[in-house]
């Protein structure tokens, strides 16, 4: 985890607080958060965006909603110190021991590219880590949980960059967490969004004669 925490700090000295420094897509914040929200129908809910960076999703919800309780988490400190003072409106959470830090529910929680970087010394490792997280996670969503990865085919991989199969990420999902999840590929032709619902109950229509 340190070695992640490192590598955000020298990219905020050389690049600065801005999407280079977390390493987000050029210009396509906008529809990775139009996909990533799609569950969201109606104003008063309460997110956890988990994984903040500098609050770029805060910024897209105030544009779409009206009424919505914010909170960021970040293992970042001086990511956290930064949104403290930009939207002190809003709660934060420094992740000192990720993600047992949480301790409220919240209707939905998304993760919006936090998975990208390997944290541990192997994939496998790595993997390990993002299911305990998702299961504990999922525990403090009332309604459904949205997260996203750099798929496995590709031609070409950054080094320390995480990329998920999908059918081995979807079997997890399906045995492990909900049978109620939504995968879509569409958005990016190199990046996949997963949607988790907590209430798994799939409900059967009455028959009528």
């Given at each position: 985890m340190q070695k992640v925490i490192n590598r955000y700090r020298e990219r905020l000295k050389e690049f600065g607080i801005g999407p280079a420094a977390i390493e987000t897509p050029k210009n396509r914040q906008s529809l990775r958060y139009s996909i990533f929200t799609k569950?969201?129908?109606?104003?008063g809910f309460s997110l956890l965006d988990f994984g903040c960076g500098f609050g770029y999703l805060y910024e897209f919800l105030k544009e779409k909603y009206n009424n919505f309780e914010y909170t960021g988490a970040d293992i970042v400190s001086e990511f956290i110190d930064h949104n403290k003072q930009?939207?002190?409106?809003?709660n934060f959470i420094l992740l000192k021991n990720s993600p047992y830090d949480i301790k409220e529910t919240y209707d939905y929680i998304i993760i919006a590219g936090p998975f990208a970087v390997i944290y541990g010394d192997s994939e496998k490792e790595h993997f390990e880590y993002?299911?305990?997280?998702?299961?504990?996670?999922?525990?403090?969503?009332n309604i459904c949980m949205v997260l996203d990865f750099m798929h496995d085919k590709?031609?070409?991989?950054?080094?320390d960059a995480y990329h998920q199969n999908v059918m081995e990420f979807y079997r997890f999902v399906k045995e492990e967490l909900s049978p109620r999840c939504i995968i879509d590929e569409s958005y990016m032709p190199y990046e996949f969004a997963v949607t988790i619902y907590k209430d798994n109950r799939i409900l059967r229509p009455q028959n009528t004669y």
């Open positions: 569950a969201i129908k109606e104003d930009k939207f002190p409106e809003n993002i299911k305990s997280t998702l299961k504990y996670l999922l525990e403090n969503t590709v031609d070409f991989k950054q080094e």
